[in-house]
């Protein structure tokens, strides 16, 4: 079972900048793509940003050139830093894991997710 920590939430002032933590722990075979989602009130939970074992990454376009996705293989950790932060990224930022289970041409796929960590941007 994974396990996804998340760390690095608060408030902050528009056009401030917050870094976003997110730790694997626990029992698992491997780890593949890491990403972030957020979700506001009264809207739905929706992708910020995405990145591979290899180190490739996307972006939704409300956060590209604002938002840095990077990780850390050896500590299956995922970070996000937000940069020129607005009002409307104000959310709880959910952290994902897709956790590969399997032998090769025979794997298996799960998704974890982390308890969520607020961002609120005061203007």
């Known amino acids: 079972q ?7 939430g608060g408030l902050v002032q528009s056009g401030g900048s917050l870094r976003l933590s997110c730790a694997a722990s626990g029992s698992f075979s491997r780890i593949t793509n890491m990403g972030w989602y957020r979700q ?8 910020v940003t995405t990145v591979t074992t290899g180190g490739r990454t996307n972006y939704a376009p409300s956060v590209l050139g604002r938002f840095t996705i990077s990780r850390d293989n050896a500590k299956n950790t995922v970070y996000l830093q937000m940069n020129s932060l607005k009002v409307e990224d104000t959310a709880v930022y959910y952290c994902n894991a897709l956790e590969q289970t399997g032998d090769f041409g025979s ?10 960590t607020q961002v609120t941007v005061s203007s």
């Open 107 to 116: 794997y298996a796929y799960r998704e974890h997710w982390g308890q969520g």
């Open 2 to 8: 994974v396990q996804l920590a998340e760390s690095g």
């Open 40 to 47: 506001s009130p009264g809207n739905q939970r929706e992708w």
